[in-house]
Structures are given as structure tokens and as C-alpha cells.
């Protein structure tokens, strides 16, 4: 498989490559809620095309509005993005130190977004023979040599692993007194939303809290993310945004998902009913280590042998895509990911794994 496909969610050029339909693909590379848009959101993007024939509202105020309702906060705390991909590539301006410190294994954005603007990166990697926990102790250490960021992903993508309120707030205070702002990429946060420390983050003043809206709510095409901080950091990071990098109809979108609170509780049950399901089935088939996860994907460790790269491409002869980890840092080729999806798409792809496992 190229490396043009090291990310996940690119089944349009994995269809090119085939030769064949995108709807023909099953993706389980992307983590994208399986129930699809909210039926509040279609009729709001109906409604929401009248506005086309005008700019979008640059400050995104109707939605920081639903944002800050929705998470308790003010919409002085909010900043909203193209997806949460542009206010990473944003982060990088907040900071003096252009060093940077990255929790891994976890999302190549971040390097990306730092060495675009010069930043240097160090990565305090996480150990997989032990389930991916934090050192306090060990991060203390690394915080002493001075950065300017440090990214933490919680849950962590890939690895699903689920960090307490308690253990992030700890780590926030380390950075407070190293002088590091913390920046915790929330993406995944809205399938555990109790864990969320954007509330300490907001009132340190010391930290940046990542979401995504596209995941959770099914519309990663319309691009749109968002950041929680304390007033001056939020307002700081909306000073470098484009003008009108946000779409009438995403922040029409944004807007209906928060009003859906029954699509939201469906969803959490939903997946996590699917995820036990899968989970179980999967540790079942032979070789296969599951990590547990408190996200709409898992993280497969293979242990007889066979590869990822190889696993992928045995499965893509069935129109299957999964996740090949191999690029991540501190895993390696023996490691894929794959999303929650229905029932039926997750026995089909339990059916395809037992087929190419043999």
C-alpha cells in the first residue's frame, strides 16, 4: 500500500487506486459515527442553502453561542475552526519556546503543524507492553528541559486509551509550572464527555482543549472543529484564523448536532454496546491483542506474525479498509485500527479478518 494512504478516511483515492465506486468501499480507517447526520442537521443544511449568496458569519456567533451553552462555558472561551486540523496548525503561534513535546504514539498533524513553522518536537513515547499509561514522574522530567507546547490526545488516537479528569488535571498543573501551555486534542471526548477537562483547562489559563464536531456527528466533509481556553488564549488563536474559514453550512450543522440531545444519548449507547460487541469478537480471533478503547475505534495488535500492511491489503480485496498503524510512532507494522460501525458492517468485517487471518 502507498504511503499516500498512511492517513485514514481516504477512500476516495483508495477507490481511484482500485478502480472502483467510493460506495463500494467499507471504511473501518476512519472513526466516523456509523448512525450518520442527526435528522436535524439534513434539514438544517436544506435551510441553511439560502445563505450561500452571503459570506459566512466570520465570528461564528450563532454557533460559539450552541458551543458554549452546550459545555457550560462562555462564548468568549470558544474558537471555532475548519475542523479542528486548522487550529493546530494554529497552535504553533501561541508559544515563544519553539519546542515542542508530543505524547505518542498519537496524531501526525501535530509534528506537521510545528515543523511548517519551525518548531522543533520531542516525543515522550508510551509504552504498548503496558496498555499506553502516563508517568507523571517521567513527563516532570521531560517538561524540565522547557517547551513551549505539549499535545496530549485523550482518548488517544490511535491507542483509544481514556485519561482521567484527575491524572490531566495533574499533568496540566506540571506544565503550569514549567511554563508550557498544555494542549489536550479532545476529538474523541464526545463518546465520554464526563472525562473532559475543559473546565480546568478554561480556568487555568495554561491550556488549549481540541474538539472535532465531524466525528461525533457524522459531517467530516463540511470541516468543523473547535477550541475551549481561557478568554485572552481563545481570542488569540481566533486572531490567526483565516477570515471565513468556516462555511455557512457547517456552522448551520454545528448548530442543529448540539439541539439533537436524543441523537446524542443514541449514539453513546449505540457505540458503546458495538464497541463491547466488537471488542469481544476480535480478541476471539487468533493472534489478534485488543486494547481497550473509550472511543469509536480499536486498536488490534497482531502476535503471530502477520502485518498490517499485508492484513490491508488481503482485506481491500474485499472492498475493506482498515487503519494500518504502521506509521505511527512506538507501534509499527504488527499494529492496525479500525472504527465502530453497525452491526452488520462489523460482522462483515469479522467475517473478512477470519478469512485473511488464515
Known sequence: MSSD???GGRVFAIARQLGVAPEDILDFSASINPLGLAPGVR??????????GHYPDNGCSELREALAGHHGCDPANVCVGNGSTELIYLLPRLAV?????????TFSEYEKALR??????DYHLLQSSEGFPLSLPELRRDLVK????????????????????????????????AGTLLVVDEAFMDFSEEDSVKHAVIASGRGVVLRSMTKFFAFPGLRLGYALAAPPVASELCRHRQPWSVNSLAQAAGVAALSDTGYAVHTR?????????????????PGMKVYPAAANYLLV???????????????????????????????????FRVAVRTREENERLLAALASAIV
Do not use: K
Not at 511548517?116 to 518536537?121: A, D, F, K, N, P
Open 116 to 121: 511548517r513553522e519551525g518548531w522543533g518536537c
Open 5 to 7: 494512504f498512511d492517513h
Open 269 to 285: 449507547l449505540y457505540i458503546e454496546s458495538e464497541r463491547a460487541f466488537l471488542t469481544d469478537r476480535l480478541g476471539a480471533l
Open 301 to 335: 495488535e497482531m502476535t503471530d506474525g502477520l502485518t498490517a500492511s499485508v492484513l490491508q491489503e488481503r482485506l481491500l480485496t474485499e472492498r475493506l479498509l482498515i487503519r494500518n498503524c504502521a506509521v505511527f510512532l512506538g507501534l509499527g507494522n504488527r499494529f
Open 146 to 177: 522547557g517547551y513551549g507546547l505539549m499535545f496530549l490526545c485523550n482518548p488517544g488516537n490511535p491507542t483509544g486509551r481514556l485519561y482521567g479528569r484527575e491524572e490531566v488535571g495533574r499533568l496540566l498543573d506540571l506544565c503550569g509550572e
Open 43 to 52: 434539514t438544517a443544511l436544506t435551510a441553511a442553502l439560502d445563505r450561500l
Open 97 to 105: 519556546a519553539r519546542q515542542a513535546l508530543l505524547v505518542a504514539p
